[in-house]
């Protein structure tokens, strides 16, 4: 049977990778969360809609920006995603989806 990769996954394998070489980043939480006091649920929203899974910093201190998508998802990206990616290209972040350490690897060879 076979097991099936979760965007979680892709995430914390591109996290420990950043990290082994140095990369300052982290992961960006972004959407709506439930909490209940007192005895009452409430909704909060925290983050920028469509702002990327990892966010990181680079030695020459450009932006690094990466979108995890599992495999059969990478061109499926919400209008708010799209949009956030273009204004980081445009403002010379290094910013792209990832389904895995080799896009990654790829993207940054010669960087780190």
């Not at 972004?30 to 006091?37: A, D």
Request: hydrophobic share 40%; glycine share 8%; proline share 3%.
């Amino acid at each position: 049977m076979e097991q099936k990769i979760k965007e979680t996954d892709i995430v914390n394998q591109i996290l420990a990778y950043l990290r082994i070489n140095k990369v300052f980043c982290w992961r960006q939480g972004t959407g709506k969360f439930f909490s209940e006091y007192k005895g009452k649920r409430r909704a909060f929203s925290s983050g920028v809609p469509g702002l990327p899974d990892i966010i990181g910093v680079l030695k020459n201190g450009r932006m690094l920006a990466i979108e995890a998508k599992i495999p059969k998802r990478k061109g499926n990206l919400s209008e708010h995603q799209k949009e956030i990616i273009a204004i980081l290209e445009k403002n010379n972040a290094l910013v792209f989806v990832a389904t895995g350490i080799d896009d990654v690897i790829e993207k940054m060879e010669g960087i780190i």
